[in-house]
């Protein structure tokens, strides 16, 4: 009976890395009914990861470190079974999905296990996977020429392809645009609930989880806090925040509300039973917001939006009205390349833009709309066929990309692309002893401290968390002392914790360098961060303006694959008379009108005033 109801089970399950100090699980027991759909959730390093590698076999036959406890996956021992007999039974789609496909073409990937395993039917079992998860092009297509969320579908059609039981998924939105992402997740639903998969991922998103998933396991230094439904799971809030873990915008939104002392529920008793999905905020909040003024919603979103919460996102026309030149120039700038049927392919068609000091700039489209190439080009790297780039009045046409870094920094999305020498003090200090910089120790400890890595700075950069790599590029970055530093994904595959602390690091870059760009699919580091925002589509910029500008325009998020965040679209659903972009915001919006019904406008003028005062604006 227990094997039937239960498809997964851990019993004392400790592991130790090859020369590791601790171990990574510590006694972790843990049981995962057939059919579920779970969240496992925890800090980076809190061993997600390596918990799921002990279900398909990888622990302890590929990774062979110290090893006890018992693990049973649909019924069998994976200590005595290898992982070619596992995976019969347990697909798993790394974060790092591309790594996964090593075919040619859609079709070839797709039928690759089965094939492997003798199946005379191995193409059929390739179509009927991609048809499971609704990758719809051309099975002779070539992999490379996929978007990436195509690819991340391709990814989950291999693993699908042996049909197996159980579907493991390590982040599964992290490269993806927020449409694309959305597409997974609706699969996997699909999967589980048509198909009867039981579905595991590793999730930061809480905001999809909440929607998605039906349990969630925490895990904590190794440990199996505990496993409890989803909704009880998000409002443990406490041990939630213990673990560095930020449940949904909407969560923290009505526990922001509560603490603030402004709310009761009736009899006055606070009400702990909080919403975990923006349906239920709507209602939540709606059942305590009567009277409101009819009209007060996001058409009175205007100017003032910027002003929200006292934070003031500085609008590019603002940026272009502060400096005489621009850092960056790009005029008609188009890109394309040769298919291997010698066709061209248009990446990007007819770019203009310019960049002055002071703009931080959030790049922003769904996979495939050209921003990774647009950077390119900035580099230097990438040429442009027609059109021209100019960085400080340097044409990157007739400049070696690596004269072009004494003024430009781009860095990777995977930070482990930055690291070429045994310690982080030695990669920092890398380019300028290069470059025989006067005082460069001094200039080092100066950035090893702003990043807070002075403690780190004798590790090896490559062997350091998720977020201390990431914060140990931008240092990297930084110590080349260039006008524009480019970024690829700064947040992709970290916890909401980390996220955050990126945040408040890229906020400082504007102290080292003139102009910084990113190219983000995560709409919360938009709303929080930038003061202009691109949208790109197929090649071409479709808008360059405020936050305001693109958030409020729902045609656009459609067509670029976006999604506001979701504080920002419950403050819309509930008509408030301004757009709150942070949690923060909506609570003090809350208290301001949403309990008193006292709108809290700003006027013109003093809009007016307060650009004069801060951008030298002449209103």
Not at 110 to 129: I, T
Not at 471 to 484: D, Q
Not at 556 to 567: D, N
Request: glycine share 10%; with cysteine.
């Amino acid at each position: 009976m227990a094997e039937e109801q239960y498809i997964v089970s851990l019993d004392g399950v400790t592991f130790t890395y090859p020369g590791g100090e601790r171990p990574v699980l510590n006694g972790v027991s843990l049981e995962i009914k057939r059919g579920d759909f779970v969240a496992v959730i925890g800090g980076n390093g809190s061993g997600k990861s390596t918990l799921c590698k002990t279900l398909n076999g990888l622990i302890p036959h590929y990774y062979v470190g110290d090893f006890t406890g018992s693990v049973r996956v649909c019924g069998l021992d994976t200590s005595r079974h290898d992982v070619a007999r596992l995976s019969r039974h347990v697909g798993y789609v790394y974060q790092d999905f591309e790594n996964q496909l090593i075919r040619p073409t859609v079709l070839d990937d797709a039928g690759f296990a089965p094939l492997n395993y003798g199946c005379e039917d191995y193409a059929e079992r390739g179509r009927r996977a991609l048809g499971l998860v609704d990758l719809r092009v051309d099975p002779k297509e070539f992999i490379w020429q996929l978007s990436g969320g195509q690819k991340h579908q391709l990814a989950l059609a291999g693993a699908v392809s042996l049909d197996p039981e159980i579907l493991i998924i390590d982040e599964p939105v992290a490269q993806l645009d927020p449409n694309h992402a959305r597409q997974i997740y609706d699969l996997l639903r699909n999967l589980n609930e048509c198909h009867g998969k039981t579905i595991i991922v590793i999730e930061h998103h809480t905001e999809f989880i909440a929607e998605y998933c039906q349990s969630v396991v925490l895990m904590d230094a190794g440990r199996v806090l505990w496993s409890k439904p989803v909704k009880e799971a998000l409002r443990e809030l406490g041990q939630l925040e213990a673990s560095q873990i930020y449940p949904p915008q909407v969560t923290q939104a009505a526990a922001g509300v509560d603490r603030s002392g402004r709310r009761a529920a009736p009899g006055g008793a606070l009400e702990r039973e909080y919403p975990v999905t923006l349906e239920e905020a709507v209602r939540y909040f709606s059942r305590r917001k009567e009277g409101w003024a009819e009209g007060s919603g996001a058409a009175a979103d205007s100017d003032s939006a910027r002003f929200a919460g006292g934070g003031l996102a500085l609008p590019a026309e603002a940026t272009r009205l502060g400096s005489a030149s621009p850092v960056i120039e790009v005029k008609h700038a188009r890109y394309s390349y040769r298919t291997v049927a010698r066709e061209r392919k248009t990446v990007l068609n007819d770019v203009s833009l310019s960049f002055r000091p002071g703009d931080l700039v959030a790049l922003v489209g769904n996979n495939g709309a050209g921003k990774s190439s647009f950077m390119k080009l900035i580099t230097g790297v990438t040429k442009p066929e027609s059109g021209y780039v100019r960085v400080k009045g340097v044409d990157t046409m007739t400049t070696l990309p690596e004269r072009l870094a004494d003024t430009v920094t781009y860095i990777y999305q995977n930070p482990e692309e930055m690291f070429i020498e045994d310690s982080v003090r030695k990669d920092v200090e890398f380019f300028l002893k290069a470059r025989r910089v006067s005082g460069y120790k001094e200039k080092v400890d100066e950035i090893l401290d702003s990043f807070g890595l002075t403690e780190l700075q004798h590790r090896d950069g490559r062997l350091l968390s998720g977020g201390q790599q990431r914060r140990a590029s931008l240092a990297i970055g930084v110590a080349m002392n260039p006008s524009v530093i480019l970024l690829d994904e700064p947040t992709a595959n970290l916890d909401i914790a980390t996220r955050k602390d990126i945040t408040r690091l890229l906020l400082q870059l504007n102290r080292h360098v003139e102009t910084v760009v990113v190219a983000t699919h995560d709409m919360q580091l938009v709303a929080e961060w930038a003061n202009r925002v691109i949208v790109m589509h197929q090649g071409k910029v479709v808008r360059d303006g405020t936050r305001e500008s693109v958030f409020a325009d729902a045609d656009l998020l459609k067509l670029a694959g976006l999604a506001a965040p979701q504080i920002l679209e419950l403050s819309r659903r509930l008509g408030m008379p301004r757009l709150c972009y942070t949690v923060e915001e909506f609570v003090e919006r809350w208290e301001e009108v949403g309990e008193t019904g006292t709108v809290v406008e700003t006027g013109e003028a003093d809009i007016a005033g307060k650009e004069a005062m801060l951008y030298g604006i002449c209103p």
